[in-house]
T-cell receptor, first 120, second 111 residues
Framework: DTGVSQDPRHKITKRGQNVTFRCDPI?????LYWYRQTLGQGPEFLTY????????KSRLLSDRFSAERPKGSFSTLEIQRTEQGDSAMYLC??????????????????FGPGTRLTVT | DAKTTQPPSMDCAEGRAANLPCNHS???????VYWYRQIHSQGPQYIIH???NNETNEMASLIITEDRKSSTLILPHATLRDTAVYYC????????????FGDGTTLTVKP
């Protein structure tokens, strides 16, 4: 399967614990995005990488959240001192990008299956 | 980012065409219209996108009005497996390709 993969698919943790999620994008994709989705709502943008550089972070991404993409390949999203409000589906997506100088950006994003986090 | 407005829910009979509308009245000239769908507990799945011309692929057709302020996703022969939440998004290079999702339309295909 050459799609976006995420690990683990489900994570149950106790409040205050740290958790880390992994995303493996489609191999030739240089952009990687993280989204969060709570029940009944659409996904919300958290952050994105162009190769290994983290170029934008949403205000939703508090100081307890950190994301990395070493070597521009897989990415990890870590949540420290989890809170019950962190319970959600965490989605990863990847895409190609021409870059801003190329003008219109038309490449679609491919999403992974998500990691469902439950904080008890 | 341009915002989109979609009806919260729609029903469709199996085998009939499903027409899902989307309003995006503040879309700018460099923004494309994208459609995704999300089946329960899965990640969103790309369906189709377009700029101003109508588009068709193996999954669906996309009709964009001449003024680009609205569009319609058409599933020509809906099946039970098309039951999902459908999201309409507008996106261009000025927002680095990140997608701003609304709450989408829950399409229920009934036998």
């Amino acid at each position: 399967d050459t799609g976006v993969s995420q690990d683990p698919r489900h994570k149950i943790t106790k409040r205050g614990q740290n958790v880390t999620f992994r995303c493996d994008p489609i191999s030739e994709h240089n952009r990687l995005y993280w989204y969060r989705q709570t029940l009944g709502q659409g996904p919300e943008f958290l952050t994105y990488f162009q190769n290994e550089a983290q170029l934008e972070k949403s205000r939703l991404l508090s100081d307890r959240f950190s994301a990395e993409r070493p070597k521009g390949s897989f990415s990890t999203l870590e949540i420290q001192r989890t809170e019950q409000g962190d319970s959600a589906m965490y989605l990863c997506a990847s895409s190609l990008s021409w870059g801003e100088l190329a003008g219109l950006e038309t490449y679609e994003q491919y999403f992974g299956p998500g990691t469902r986090l439950t904080v008890t | 980012d341009a915002k989109t407005t979609q009806p919260p829910s729609m029903d469709c009979a199996e085998g009939r065409a499903a027409n899902l509308p989307c309003n995006h009245s503040t879309i700018s000239g460099n923004e494309y219209v994208y459609w995704y769908r999300q089946i329960h507990s899965q990640g969103p799945q790309y369906i189709i996108h377009g700029l101003k011309n109508n588009e068709t692929n193996e999954m669906a057709s996309l009709i964009i009005t001449e003024d680009r302020k609205s569009s319609t996703l058409i599933l020509p022969h809906a099946t039970l497996r098309d039951t999902a939440v459908y999201y309409c998004i507008v996106r261009g290079y000025t927002n680095a390709g990140k997608s701003t999702f609304g709450d989408g339309t829950t399409l229920t295909v009934k036998p």
